[in-house]
């Protein structure tokens, strides 16, 4: 076997073809984006190079057949709970089942990891936000979300074999939306529907510099400083809502205000996969005209859950449920007769929330609130260079 640091454009294709050829012939396969995987490796456009570094690897066999890859990062602001030094990561990890060739693609990273002062390492992770290609499926191998990673079962044993062990899971909670909540849910929104100073609006594309400002602020009372997650600049949170323009549906996102102070946020997107699909990993312009025509053409009947989160001094007070059935009047058509809430024609029929790490069980005991049920599961592993540490998963946050 053969391993071939990435140095040139030409083996930048191969490591985006790997993964490819390992997934061939399955059928909840969906090919990721090529430029989304390119610009986690472009300076120029993954800020994390700001504070690290990153190296990729591909493997071949003895007859020069792609086997593998592998990429490697260090970065500065990477801290997580339990930390005891700092820690490096590993991504984009694929292989074929095969324990020496996964060994010897791990070892490489280890090996550059060490090099450069680090106590461990933890992946699959992202070289940059969590939000993306975060986390090994280990339960519910069903098509991924966007930039969402996917694996074959049998890469949890690779890991596992090698001595990685589970840092933290992440879960993920589907809802069918035809279905009705749970009637606790509209005992506490009728109560709160009394007092007009709450109110709950669909963000609208042609205001979004109020809407980035809205939910800069929620943001930051509900998640900075929690599970290592960081303030959010208004200016950051305007262009991340301006690149979303184009796929946003207006009535799958939400803000909620108190006497026209914000206080609440629920942003979904349509599940972008359902179009992306059809597009073997290509988006130049061919790419972008196929996306338009698939877009106008084919129903997307699922979308995706991103955040959801009340300010602390409004959390214990049925606010979520308030929410959470002022927006089912739009997604769900959810009216109230004489026999009480009926759903009509909705809008999209599945729902699944991003991952939630399990280290969080306040937001797990929400996601499970709606009457959701548990649709895939990932794992962030991490293994410590010195194997006499005594190991530690992700402390629970309280």
């Known amino acids: ?153 049998y890469y949890k044993d690779l890991l596992e074999h090698y001595g990685f062990k589970p840092f933290f899971y992440q879960a993920c909670f589907s809802l069918d939306v035809k279905n009705l909540l749970q009637e606790k849910f509209y005992a506490r929104h009728a109560a709160l529907a009394r007092d007009p100073n709450f109110s709950a609006v669909t963000i609208q594309k042609n205001n979004l510099k109020k809407y980035a400002k809205d939910f800069t602020l929620v943001y930051n009372k509900a998640w900075a400083g929690h599970g290592g997650l960081k303030q959010m600049e208004e200016r950051a949170v305007l262009k991340l809502f301006q690149s979303m323009k184009a796929v946003m549906d207006e009535r799958i996102c939400w803000f909620l205000y108190y006497k026209e102070e914000p206080i609440g946020i629920w942003l979904n997107l349509p599940d972008l996969n359902q179009w992306f699909k059809y597009l073997n990993g290509k988006f130049g312009l061919i790419g972008k005209l196929k996306f338009l025509w698939y877009k106008r053409t084919r129903p997307n009947k699922k979308f995706v859950g991103l955040v959801f989160g009340i300010v602390p001094e409004y959390q214990s007070r049925g606010v979520d449920a308030y929410f959470i059935v002022e927006g089912g009047k739009v997604i769900q058509d959810c009216q109230v007769g004489p026999d009480g809430y009926k759903v009509g024609n909705t809008i999209y029929d599945q729902n699944e929330l991003q991952w939630i790490g399990e280290f969080n069980p306040k937001m797990i005991n929400v996601a499970k609130s709606l009457g959701t049920y548990l649709s895939r599961r990932l794992c962030t592993y991490r293994y410590n260079f010195d194997r006499e540490k005594e190991f530690k998963m992700h402390p629970v946050l309280h």
């Open 1 to 153: 076997m053969n391993i071939i640091e990435v140095t040139t454009p030409e083996l930048a294709k191969s490591f985006l073809l790997v993964n490819v050829i390992i997934n061939r012939g399955d059928p909840n396969y969906i090919r990721p984006l090529d430029k989304d995987v390119e610009e986690v490796f472009d300076p120029a456009k993954n800020k994390a190079f700001r504070s690290g570094e990153a190296i990729r690897w591909i493997l071949k066999d003895a007859d020069g057949k792609l086997i593998g890859r592998i990429a490697a990062f260090v970065n500065k602001k990477y801290k997580t709970k339990g930390d005891d030094g700092p820690v490096g990561g590993i991504g984009f990890f694929d292989c074929i089942n095969d324990q020496p060739a996964a060994s010897l693609l791990l070892d490489a990273a280890k090996a550059w990891l060490q090099e450069r002062g680090m106590t461990a390492m933890d992946g699959p992770i992202n070289f940059g936000e969590r939000d993306k290609w975060w986390g090994l499926v280990v339960e519910g191998f069903d098509p991924p979300l966007y930039c969402m990673n996917y694996n074959a079962p």
